[in-house]
């Protein structure tokens, strides 16, 4: 007969540091999560995406040859930027939360595949998109004459 069974003060003690073991480690779990942090930066280093433990931008940064692109390329650079550092988010959660929980844990397991379904692998970048054949000129007007046509202003 297990002796915890027969004193019921023994019984809650063990329940009671339980308990408070479990809160120690959920407190641990939830400082680490919130230091996780993930920088990535662009092929060229023109952009750098830092995103926290939940997946939210937490920083941009956009060097001077960042400005001189295409309004197009340069919102791909810092969505595949972001995308491929929350792809990363699952691979440092894992790193930080193995010491606490233990990496075989089915704890981790749920962790991880929550991380993962939310933050699945980038497609593969397409090459820097191409502005549509047009006028050589930047107008804008997308080749057309508006002071031409005769609908006036």
Same mark, same amino acid.
């Given at each position: 007969?297990? %002796?915890?069974?027969?004193?019921?003060?023994?019984?809650?003690?063990?329940?009671?540091?339980?308990?408070?073991? =479990?809160?120690?480690?959920?407190?641990?779990? =939830?400082?680490?999560?919130?230091?996780?942090?993930?920088?990535?930066?662009?092929?060229?280093?023109?952009?750098?995406?830092?995103?926290?433990?939940?997946?939210?931008?937490?920083?941009?940064?956009?060097?001077?040859?960042?400005?001189? =692109?295409?309004?197009?390329?340069?919102?791909?650079?810092?969505?595949?930027?972001?995308?491929?550092?929350?792809?990363?988010?699952?691979? =440092?959660?894992?790193?930080?939360?193995? %010491?606490?929980? &233990?990496?075989?844990?089915?704890?981790? &397991?749920?962790?991880?595949? $929550?991380?993962?379904?939310?933050?699945?692998?980038?497609?593969?970048?397409? %090459?820097?998109?191409?502005? %549509?054949? $047009?006028?050589?000129?930047?107008?804008?007007?997308? &080749?057309?004459?508006?002071?031409?046509?005769?609908? $006036?202003?």
């Amino acid at each position: 007969m297990n %002796p915890a069974a027969a004193d019921p003060d023994a019984m809650m003690r063990q329940w009671n540091e339980q308990i408070q073991a =479990k809160l120690k480690q959920a407190d641990e779990m =939830k400082q680490v999560a919130n230091a996780v942090k993930v920088t990535q930066r662009s092929s060229d280093g023109s952009v750098s995406v830092t995103v926290d433990q939940n997946g939210v931008v937490s920083a941009l940064d956009l060097t001077d040859a960042a400005l001189r =692109k295409q309004p197009a390329q340069l919102s791909a650079e810092i969505l595949g930027a972001m995308r491929t550092a929350q792809a990363q988010i699952a691979a =440092k959660m894992q790193e930080v939360m193995a %010491p606490i929980i &233990g990496g075989d844990s089915e704890t981790m &397991g749920a962790l991880m595949g $929550g991380y993962h379904e939310r933050f699945p692998e980038p497609e593969p970048a397409d %090459p820097a998109p191409r502005r %549509p054949a $047009g006028p050589s000129d930047d107008d804008d007007f997308g &080749g057309h004459n508006f002071a031409r046509d005769n609908k $006036g202003w």
